[in-house]
């Protein structure tokens, strides 16, 4: 009996050692379709064996592997009587490495059915204990992540019909990313310390979700209908890190309505999820989960949204999000709403009121070259497809806004934001000085700022504009102003900025059309055409004689730096309709650095206008030389300083010609510090003329 018995063990062993050892691991690699080296059999029974160490190595083409500790195989032996084994594995301490392909897929494995053969082998069942798994995913640029770690602590997964029915439990726990690196990874595997560092170094984040995150824990119950394409999922977790999980989704997400726009930096969520896959349909979800302490980016967005936290409720294709707070630079903001797997989104947004120095600051335009500051609050709307949604808003002021030099009053704006693109659809603001305020435009927001912003002015009172502007108190009367202006370049080099555009205003009873403005690199220069502007109220230090209606061309030119008018250049032509007669033409006039030069002509002047010096006596009748009002014809180069617009801050000289009957009066005038000189020549111009009481006719020359 001891023979026999000990004949049966003999063979038993050499049956396991030798024909089932070998043939369940055939068996398992044909499944796998993989190499598989299995260990040394350490123990068996009647009902199994136990292999050693055991490793599903690397391929040239397939990154992936797996070491066990040990694989217990189970099986029912009376089973061999039908040529057919059934097996049961349990792993024990798997170590998994899953590396994403370029393809974004994360394995490249299927279970092949079972095969025919002497002894048909079915695995019924994979039982999972103490598990680590490293997922390492890739980047949109198709780099290398870090790796996100699961731990399980048991899982079970089976198959039935031929592998086509998979149903799979899993529970565990998911390590933040930050916890480890690749060359970690190879480290533990192999038990040496990689020489250098890497790129994949530990990120750090913050304690509030660090501390979190170290608590986590998930459950998975599963199963999936690989032919049919159907995949049903129930999910549960705690404080799971959402870096990791954004890493382990995308391959999913990104071929569904669920990809996200936003880069996920930090956060910790948790919730009950049951979710069913069904292929060429969008998933249907039902359940609820938490989001806290969320941190997220996304391209084009210079600030990241903080301090986010929201609850969420699935509702098959639709997720209706509430209580959702977050915190873009320091504006709080919150939202809700509902997100439609196939309409998209809308939610509704709102802030507190907050400076609008903020804003600029939040979306790296502080270095705008004209001061803007003041309060706002804003209500917004995020509607559009799940992968490029649209963000739109109108913001109105809770105070006063200050506008370079300008206050409003009752500011709003309705913006947009898509494509890293800020659409300022409208901007209307109340100057308190008077008039209306509105624009519109765009800004690329990001590296470049390119903007293009159109501004109108409407019915501005010059007088507070020249206030507010230039620090004085016109004595003309400026009446309404009304520009268009468009500023075109880049934000990131506001020196760099230029504009166009045009203005007109009421001034001193008459009219000015700026036809032509231009802004390039801190200059500025502008083309104004007068008309019916009276002089002596624009500039009431002139001569009092030279009131009369104004009308000319003229170009200006400057430097924002300096607007004084010490600083600016101008060049232009004009006509001054005399008060009294005649007119005054200025056909070269010139002005810089604080002085001017003009070439004058004057023509039918009255020589009694005043203008001229009496340098004749009246007859009795108020005439001269016996003419009554006689009229000046003349030319005139004069020059002085834009400080002194009087006679006393003038010099000039010139030609001046009167016409007596058949003769004329020729002078040569001089004019130095507001006095008059003048030398006087009368040709062929009757002796009675100049003393009637003679009663002699004769012709006179004066030299």
């Known amino acids: 009996m001891l023979s026999g018995a000990g004949a049966g063990l003999g063979y038993g062993w050499f049956f396991i050692q030798r024909r089932l050892a070998p043939l369940v691991g055939s068996s398992l690699s044909k499944t796998l379709d993989r190499p598989i080296h299995l260990g040394e059999v350490s123990h068996f029974t009647l009902k199994g064996l136990r292999f050693g160490r055991t490793e599903v190595p690397p391929t040239p083409t397939d990154p992936d592997r797996v070491t066990l500790e040990a694989v217990e195989v189970g099986f029912n032996p009376l089973l061999l009587l039908q040529r057919t084994l059934k097996l049961d594995l349990i792993l024990i301490k798997p170590n998994v490495y899953i590396e994403q392909n370029e393809n974004k897929d994360w ?174 349909q969008l998933p249907t979800i039902k359940g609820n989960a938490s989001l806290q302490e969320g941190i997220f980016t996304k391209e084009g967005l210079p600030q990241p949204l903080k301090a986010t936290n929201a609850k969420l409720e699935f509702k098959e294709q639709q997720i209706e999000v509430k209580e959702l707070t977050t915190v873009f630079a320091t504006i709080p903001a919150s939202a809700s709403g509902m997100v439609d797997l196939k309409e998209g989104f809308n939610l509704e947004v709102e802030t507190e009121a907050f ?34 949604p649209v963000l ?166 400057g430097s924002l730096e300096d607007i004084t008018l010490s600083a600016i250049k101008g060049t232009g032509t004009a006509q001054l309709l005399g008060a009294k007669g005649g007119k005054v033409r200025v056909t070269d006039w010139q002005m810089a650095q604080g002085e001017w030069e003009a070439a004058i002509s004057a023509n039918d002047i009255p020589l009694q206008s005043g203008l001229f010096p009496s340098i004749l006596s009246q007859d009795a009748k108020g005439g001269i030389f016996g003419v009554e009002n006689p009229l000046v014809q003349g030319t005139l180069a004069a020059k002085g300083t834009v400080d002194n617009l009087t006679l006393a801050g003038m010099t000039a000289q010139g030609t001046a010609e009167v016409a007596v009957e058949k003769g004329k009066v020729v002078g040569n005038v001089n004019l130095v510090s507001g006095k008059w000189q003048g030398t006087i020549k009368a040709d062929d111009i009757a002796v009675e003329r100049f003393a009637p009481q003679l009663g002699i006719v004769r012709k006179l020359m004066v030299l």
Do not use: C, H
Request: hydrophobic share 40%.
């Open 107 to 280: 394995t490249d494995t299927t279970l092949a059915p079972s095969e025919e053969g002497a002894i048909k082998i079915d695995l019924q069942s994979i039982r999972i204990e103490d598990a680590r798994i490293s997922l390492v995913a890739r980047s949109e640029d198709n780099k290398l992540e870090s790796p996100v770690q699961v731990l399980l602590s048991e899982g079970k997964t089976s198959f039935r019909n031929n592998n086509q029915d998979i149903n799979v439990q899993l529970q565990g726990k998911l390590l933040p990313v930050w916890t480890t690196t690749v060359e970690k990874i190879k480290e533990e595997e192999s038990g040496e310390k990689p020489d250098t560092p890497t790129n994949n170094q530990s990120e750090e984040k913050p304690e509030p979700t660090q501390n979190k995150v170290q608590e986590n824990k998930f459950a998975i119950v599963g199963r999936a209908l690989t032919d049919a394409g159907k995949l049903d999922l129930t999910l549960s977790g705690k404080n799971l890190d959402i870096v990791s999980l954004a890493r382990l989704v995308p391959s999913i997400a990104e071929q569904t309505p669920l990809a996200s726009p936003l880069q996920v930096q930090a956060g910790v969520v948790g919730g009950y999820l049951e979710i069913a896959l069904n292929r060429g």
């Open 355 to 388: 400076p609008l120095e903020k804003v600029l600051e939040s979306l790296s335009l502080d270095t705008l070259p004209l001061k803007l500051a003041g309060e706002l609050q804003s209500t917004m709307k995020v509607t559009g497809n799940l992968t490029n």
């Open 392 to 557: 739109s808003a109108q913001i109105i002021s809770t105070k006063e806004i200050i506008a370079d030099k300008l206050t409003l009053k009752d500011f709003r704006a309705d913006l947009a934001f898509a494509d890293s693109t800020l659409l300022v659809n409208k901007i209307e603001g109340t100057p308190t000085i008077g008039g209306k305020v509105r624009g519109k435009g765009k800004v690329k927001v990001g590296d470049k700022q390119d903007l293009v912003l159109e501004i109108t002015a409407l019915d501005l009172p010059g007088s507070g504009i020249a206030e507010a502007y230039f620090g004085i108190k016109p004595s003309a009367a400026i009446g309404s102003v009304s520009a268009g202006v468009t500023i075109l370049g880049t934000l990131s080099s506001p020196e760099n900025l230029s504009a166009t555009g045009s203005a007109s205003l009421q001034l001193a009873n008459g009219k000015v059309i700026v036809k032509d403005l231009k802004l390039e690199k801190g200059r500025w220069e502008i083309s104004m055409d007068a008309f019916g502007v009276q002089l002596a109220q624009l500039a009431p230090q002139l001569p009092q004689q030279l009131a009369g209606e104004l009308e000319g061309t003229f170009q200006f030119q």
